[in-house]
């Protein structure tokens, strides 16, 4: 399988740990660019934390069934509204630390 419009492979992802283990790669890859090339942005670092945290997300919800019903399929709308999706799946992302 290659990307669109620029012949390069993309990665298989047969599990959501495979996935987990490549969104962790990425993360460690754009850190470590950071850290040499691009010079410690606070942005970059967002960008690669937030990779890691989605893949470790993905692991831990896709086969959550509350979590299957909130955001649906293709069959059924799930109980998110569209528009509250992204902010759902922001929350699973970055869950609030107990007090």
Same mark, same amino acid.
């Given at each position: ?30 850190? /470590? ?7 410690? &942005? ?5 960008? =690669?934390? !937030? $990779?890691?945290? @989605? ?14 019903? /909130? ?7 799930? &109980? ?5 999706? =992204?902010? !759902? $799946?922001?929350? @699973? ?7």
């Amino acid at each position: 399988m290659t990307a669109p419009g620029d012949g390069q492979p993309l990665p298989r992802v047969a599990s959501p740990e495979e996935f987990g283990d490549l969104c962790a790669g990425l993360a460690d890859a754009l850190h /470590a660019k950071n850290r040499i090339a691009i010079g410690e &942005s606070q942005f970059v670092w967002q960008v =690669a934390d !937030a $990779l890691r945290r @989605l893949g470790r997300c993905f692991e831990t919800h896709y086969d959550d069934p509350a979590i299957r019903a /909130a955001f649906g399929n293709g069959w059924a709308t799930g &109980s998110l509204p569209r528009e509250e999706r =992204a902010a !759902a $799946l922001f929350a @699973l992302i970055y869950p609030q630390k107990p007090a």
